[in-house]
Nanobody, 125 residues
Framework: QVQLLESGGGLVQAGGSLRLSCAASGRAFSSYVMYWFRQAPGKEREFVAA????????YYADSIKGRFTISRDNAKNTVYLQMNSLKPEDTAVYYCAADKKITIAAMTSTRYDYWGQGTQVTVSS
């Protein structure tokens, strides 16, 4: 099982950028597809982005497509989420998750029993 620690959140004005990081402990990081989710106040946790084992393919929610980029560095056991052109509606706690496969089920938050503490992103208007 991989342990995950998110960081990089903060307060930013609309139109600004942030880069989130998710550091994984444990072995075989490269055997996991990595996912980002977010949860805004009063809303369910939702899928944001996913990147395959070697970083060859990425998947995005429609709401952030063209603004966010997911990437990974397997040598550093880290996955990133570069967020540009941020909007107030991007305000949320962001979480990463790991799964062995890239599936529709893995893009659903109920797939996961355990979550890290997340990192807060606040976008002011």
């Amino acid at each position: 099982q991989v342990q995950l620690l998110e960081s990089g959140g903060g307060l930013v004005q609309a139109g600004g950028s942030l880069r989130l990081s998710c550091a994984a402990s444990g072995r075989a990081f490269s055997s996991y597809v990595m996912y980002w989710f977010r949860q805004a106040p009063g809303k369910e946790r939702e899928f944001v982005a996913a990147v395959t084992w070697n970083g060859g393919r990425a998947y995005y929610a429609d709401s952030i497509k063209g603004r966010f980029t997911i990437s990974r560095d397997n040598a550093k056991n880290t996955v990133y989420l570069q967020m540009n052109s941020l909007k107030p509606e991007d305000t949320a706690v962001y979480y990463c998750a790991a799964d062995k496969k890239i599936t529709i089920a893995a893009m659903t938050s109920t797939r996961y029993d355990y979550w890290g503490q997340g990192t807060q992103v606040t976008v002011s208007s």
